[in-house]
């Protein structure tokens, strides 16, 4: 009897221990379900084109699906909030942006908190915004379109896309930055926006500088200058607004994914490993790059200061131009 217990004992002491292995081989095995990327915003633009280039390669390495659903809302109001509760596992990713800031700062109550809610993984894309006028119209250079403006204060009209849009607040900050006295008039969308400028009803636009492309290769707009840190890779020859004397104007479009906050240090890390890799990847590189946007890997914490600095930049812009919170 006494041989059959501490043999009973043994047997069950090695079955423990063989079993741990066998657990956290268990717990380690991420991802082990299809993950999904909720984007704000309707298929076929620029973010739900990002998030499918991505997310295939990305599923090619994982060895799991990876599937893009839209919801699209103002703000991106049901997008984020579909994540913010979401179970942090790693399984649901939520496309962020610089429009992300934007309603944080924008909005007077979201059902979540945007800095609290999420953990960015990593920047996806940044592309420009463009300052344009009427080819053949009386401004050539972004210079005389301020001298104008500060000759006839009041007088200069700008147009961008609806109030609030990063386009919007970049226009308003172009205001102050270049310290003018212009009308910045929304329109609903940018063809609104080209169809204006076109037919002399405004005197500029200022929009992100893709959907704009064609109309100036074909010579119907014409770029004054980028709004970001560095000269566009599609307009080699057109200044920045700091080049071109608005020393306080520096403003770009970007994109990135994050997860619900609580999400594992070690799946963030994965995740991020995941996604610098495919934007790295030729194929997915040309495919960004014939977007017109500018592949941008790098790490979680690029991705939170891309955020949070443009929380806190576009929060300014809103209150100096006295926008009113919605």
């Known amino acids: 009897m006494l041989l059959r217990r501490v043999m009973v004992r043994l047997i069950l002491s090695l079955g423990a221990a063989f079993s741990l292995p066998i657990v956290a081989l268990a717990q380690s095995a991420y991802p082990s379900k299809p993950l999904r990327i909720v984007v704000p915003n309707a298929p076929g633009g620029a973010a739900d084109l990002t998030a499918r280039a991505v997310g295939q390669k990305m599923g090619e390495s994982l060895g799991q699906p990876v599937v893009i659903e839209n919801k699209p809302s103002a703000g991106g109001v049901v997008a984020g909030e579909l994540v913010a509760k979401a179970a942090p596992d790693g399984y649901t990713m939520l496309l962020i942006s610089s429009g992300t800031a934007v309603s944080s700062a924008l909005f007077k109550s979201l059902p979540f908190d945007t800095q609290a809610a999420f953990v960015p993984v990593a920047p996806l894309a940044s592309f420009d915004l463009v300052i344009v006028a009427a080819e053949g119209g009386r401004f050539r250079s972004l210079a005389e379109l301020i001298a104008f403006a500060k000759a006839n204060p009041g007088k200069l009209n700008i147009g961008t896309p609806n109030i609030g849009t990063t386009q919007n607040l970049a226009a308003e900050l172009f205001k102050s930055a270049a310290g003018i006295d212009v009308q910045i008039v929304p329109f609903n969308g940018t063809p609104a926006v080209i169809n204006a400028l076109r037919g002399g009803q405004i005197d500029a636009g200022l929009d992100i ?7 100036i290769n074909a010579r119907a707009l014409r770029p004054l200058a980028v709004t970001g840190a560095k000269r566009s890779r599609m307009l080699p020859d ?3 607004a700091r080049e071109a004397g608005v020393a306080g104007l520096n403003a770009a479009s970007w994109n990135g994914l ?6 594992p240090r070690d799946v963030v890390a994965r995740l991020n490993r995941e996604i610098v890799a495919a934007l790295n990847d030729p194929v997915v590189h040309k495919r960004l790059e014939d977007l017109n946007l500018d592949p941008q890997p790098g790490s ?12 806190k930049r576009w929060g300014e812009v809103i209150t100096l131009a006295k926008i009113p919170r919605q």
């Open 209 to 215: 500088l893709s959907p704009l492309l064609a109309q």
């Open 258 to 263: 994050a997860v619900p906050a609580g999400t």
């Open 238 to 240: 057109v200044p920045t």
């Open 300 to 311: 979680p914490e690029q991705a939170a200061a891309l955020l949070n600095n443009d929380i």
